[in-house]
């Protein structure tokens, strides 16, 4: 157990919703960064957000955004799902840059 | 040049014997490294960092790092069949920077 903590486990949506994800980091931690798993490659960074702010992004489209609340968790938006937006997302916190560590993610399917 | 790679494998070991992971990163920049264990469907899980030049050590884990030929590899010492899983290498620059991964080594310890 991480103490960081992603709701939904598992989600199917159609093409063209939209989708949120969320993440509860470890106490103490104040950095929350978002990735994506597509299957059999490594996760892929989408972007960082250290105390409320983006601090760093990926290569990838606007239409993936997020928000980082007070209390350090944070959201994964995501608009206009295609179909190769299926993968598993993970959240991962730290303390700064310190050691990072992930939940158990979030399966996504788009159909 | 990919900016982390690993054989994807499968690496094939027999219970008890030294399994040895390797990753190669293009980055000079990259200040300290990591480990990953994933198992299938499941979060990647932290099991080792280094930061400086050398050998770590851990249980039976051994990370060893040379920055100056850019190579990470990580040593299990009497393998056991629940090692088996996918490794994960991941890179960082420092500060708040994020991690890079490799797409992973699939290691499959045989009873």
């Known amino acids: 157990e991480t103490g960081v903590t992603q709701s939904p486990t598992h989600l199917i949506k159609t093409r063209g919703q939209q989708v949120t994800l969320r993440c509860s980091s470890q106490?103490?931690?104040?950095?929350v960064s978002w990735y994506q798993q597509a299957l059999g490659q490594g996760p892929q960074f989408i972007f960082q957000?250290?105390?409320?702010?983006?601090?760093g992004r990926g290569n990838f489209p606007p239409r993936f955004s997020g928000l980082q609340f007070p209390n350090y968790s944070s959201e994964l938006n995501v608009n206009a799902l295609e179909l190769d937006d299926s993968a598993l997302y993970l959240c991962?916190?730290?303390?700064?840059?310190?050691?990072?560590?992930f939940g158990q993610g979030t399966r996504l399917t788009v159909v | 040049q990919k900016e982390v790679e690993q054989n994807s494998g499968p690496l094939s070991v027999p219970e008890g014997a030294i399994a040895s992971l390797n990753c190669t990163y293009s980055?000079?920049?990259?200040?300290?490294f990591f480990w990953y264990r994933q198992y299938s469907g499941k979060s990647p899980e932290l099991i080792m960092f280094?930061?400086?030049?050398g050998d770590k050590e851990d249980g039976r884990f051994t990370a060893q790092l040379n920055k100056a030929s850019q190579y990470v590899s990580l040593l299990i010492r009497d393998s056991q069949p629940s090692d088996s899983a996918t490794y994960l290498c991941?890179?960082?620059?420092?500060?708040?920077?994020?991690?890079?991964f490799g797409k992973g080594t699939m290691l499959l310890v045989s009873p």
């Open positions: 991962a916190s730290s303390l700064g840059s310190g050691e990072a560590f």
């Open positions: 106490s103490g931690h104040n950095t």
């Open positions: 957000y250290y105390r409320e702010e983006e601090n």
């Open positions: 980055d000079r920049g990259s200040q300290s």
């Open positions: 280094i930061y400086s030049n």
């Open positions: 991941a890179v960082r620059k420092g500060g708040y920077s994020t991690l890079t």
